[in-house]
């Protein structure tokens, strides 16, 4: 397909896409929208940033004005489960832009807001509810909504699910809905228990996929800058400072580093923002906008608070900690350079075990980063070869890995994480080897909790655990 307009999407839902300047689909919409509007259950992998939501979105629009009736009170007929409430709210944008000349009833359902809200949002039905799975099932026991009349099916970034704790929860929706509906099942990768529940969730399912893990984009410089633990917040103050920011999304492991950060950048005076799970959804909220009009410039996060930022005009992705799986430094990298721009990403490594995370990360995408060194001398551990790579561009690999982070090594930890430790290593150059991945849903027990995202996180430095594991659905 080389135009929206070869798909032959409703009228309504064509000049909806004309006002959004939306002229040519991208490949995962080009595979995916003419197999949905069939009514066929698809399993699509795809990172974010790739034109998911359009993907599912117009085709499910299209059948929703192809067969309209009237939903009953305390339902839905589109149900779209995600795993994060910015997420949640991306999608549910999308579907009110692109329906807003269908007169489209919508909700979402996601936690850190008052419940007796969404419970009124959807006493007359809607046609289309958004919503992380732990609200939703909050919903549902408590009589404020009913999956009978649910026609369609989207469960968006299913690997985070996994990561997050929501595996039992996905089982327990799916289990409530009619067995006759459509199922579109999106992922950016797809492990073991991934598998199973694409499996046991849909029927002869058509499948998709753009944009392989291991690619980074070819347009985004890499550096890599060996640096004292020490010195990391007064080499990231002077990178900020002399580097051509627009914005820049800086990255670290826990929240309580972010706050340091912050904290440091404005004593160098650097205005920036942080948003992880001790900051209330209004803040976040808030400091994204402002993050995305340019109000602000620099942005601090963890990988989990950052799930769901889909920003255009990142000129620098900072790693202020390296992630310890590789995957994760793809997703983060892949917020920069969109829409046709260059980008940077910077990485800030300091010691023996960040150099060997490093090397988890290219031999993944297959690339030797060219490395700058600001340690003082006599702390200089022996590094990899630097590399012969020109301006530290990847080679192209296809579609950039835009998407989220998948956890990394962090002390705000996905329940289910065995403990922060470096993922097994595969063999070779095998771009295809994943990370370890946890199977286990089950929170891990003992730590100060975060919760954020209807989920609890755990920090390990706390004491030691002396509860036995045991399966609890995470926290809303």
């Not at 009170?73 to 999308?94: A, F, N, Y």
């Not at 939703?136 to 009589?143: E, F, G, T």
């Not at 690997?159 to 950016?188: C, E, H, W, Y």
């Amino acid at each position: 397909m080389t135009s929206f307009q070869d798909f032959g999407l409703a009228d309504p839902i064509s000049r909806a896409l004309k006002e959004e300047n939306y002229l040519t689909p991208t490949p995962i919409q080009a595979q995916t929208v003419p197999l949905a509007m069939t009514g066929r259950d698809v399993v699509g992998i795809a990172q974010t940033g790739t034109g998911k939501t359009a993907a599912f979105a117009l085709p499910i629009l299209h059948r929703i004005l192809e067969n309209r009736i009237r939903v009953q009170p305390k339902s839905c007929r589109v149900l779209v489960l995600s795993p994060t409430r910015e997420l949640s709210g991306q999608i549910l944008d999308s579907f009110n832009a692109y329906g807003r000349h269908i007169r489209l009833s919508s909700a979402l359902a996601i936690g850190g807001v008052p419940m007796g809200r969404q419970v009124r949002s959807v006493m007359q039905g809607v046609e289309v509810m958004v919503a992380t799975p732990g609200r939703l099932l909050d919903l549902v026991q408590s009589n404020g909504l009913k999956l009978g009349q649910v026609e369609f099916l989207v469960l968006d970034e299913a690997d985070r699910m996994l990561d997050m704790g929501f595996i039992n929860d996905i089982r327990k929706i799916v289990g409530k809905l009619p067995i006759k509906r459509q199922t579109l099942f999106f992922s950016a990768t797809m492990p073991k228990d991934i598998a199973e529940l694409a499996e046991a969730m849909l029927r002869d399912p058509a499948r998709v996929a753009v944009t392989p893990v291991a690619s980074t984009v070819e347009r985004i410089t890499q550096r890599i800058i060996q640096v004292d633990f020490a010195a990391k917040q007064g080499i990231l103050a002077q990178l900020l400072k002399q580097e051509p920011v627009d914005r820049a999304l800086i990255f670290t492991r826990t929240k309580h580093g972010a706050d340091k950060v912050v904290k440091a950048l404005a004593k160098s005076g650097i205005n920036a923002n942080a948003i992880h799970g001790n900051k209330s959804q209004n803040h976040r909220e808030r400091v994204l906008a402002a993050f995305r009009t340019g109000e602000i410039r620099t942005l601090v996060a963890t990988d989990i608070a950052a799930r769901g930022i889909d920003v255009d005009g990142i000129s620098h992705v900072v790693n202020f900690d390296l992630p310890n799986v590789p995957e994760t430094y793809v997703h983060r990298i892949g917020r920069t350079a969109r829409a046709g721009a260059e980008g940077v990403a910077i990485s800030l490594i300091a010691g023996a075990e960040e150099m060997g995370y490093l090397r988890d990360i290219e031999r993944l995408i297959r690339v030797a980063l060219p490395r700058e060194d600001r340690r003082t001398p006599g702390t200089r551990d022996a590094a990899p070869a630097p590399s012969q790579n020109r301006g530290g561009r990847s080679a192209p690999r296809g579609h950039s890995a835009h998407g989220h982070g998948h956890g990394g090594r962090s002390h705000e930890q996905s329940p289910g994480s065995k403990g922060p430790r470096r993922p097994r290593r595969g063999g070779g150059n095998n771009a295809a080897s994943q990370p370890t991945r946890h199977e286990s849903p089950r929170p891990a027990q003992g730590g100060n909790s975060e919760s954020i995202q209807g989920v609890a996180f755990l920090h390990r430095e706390s004491r030691p655990n002396t509860q036995p594991n045991r399966t609890h659905r995470p926290q809303r």
